[in-house]
């Protein structure tokens, strides 16, 4: 079938290039999904470069805020992280994840759009602060845990 359409006004045929203008929740969050999807290369723990998946949602549009992670499974870390999840989940919407090497699960929360990863690790143990890593520009930095909260909000409403 010819998609051309004739213009009575101007008297010219064209091919529209808007199919179809509905404007429903499911176009918007196709169009989300679509922006945000990114291939790029990225340094391993070893210095070499691989392909990561990342979801790079604005971080409000993120349907995780962020992932809390003890760096292993002993030494009362995850303990410590548990309770930093049980403090934060009434704010946010966050994830504990204890599985794997702790770089497979910062691949994982890329892949699904986390834009927020705490580590707690054996500095923790020692001074309470925890590794906050940016999904986005993979910086790290070290934050009190009695700060965490405080410090997420101000990164999810800038």
Known sequence: KAMQYFDE?????????????????S???????????????????????????????????APVKAAIFPLVNRDGMPEIAKRIEETLRPHLRVFYDDSGAVGRRYRRQDEVGTPFCITVDSQTLVDQTVTVRDRDSMLQERIATSQLGDYLHLKLSS
């Open 9 to 25: 006004q101007s008297r010219e045929k064209f091919i529209p290039f808007i199919i179809e203008t509905s404007a429903g929740a």
């Open 27 to 61: 176009r918007s969050f196709l169009a989300f999904l679509v922006d945000a999807y990114r291939e790029e290369e990225a340094p391993t723990a070893d210095g070499k470069m691989e392909a990561r998946t990342v979801m790079k949602f604005h971080p409000r549009l």
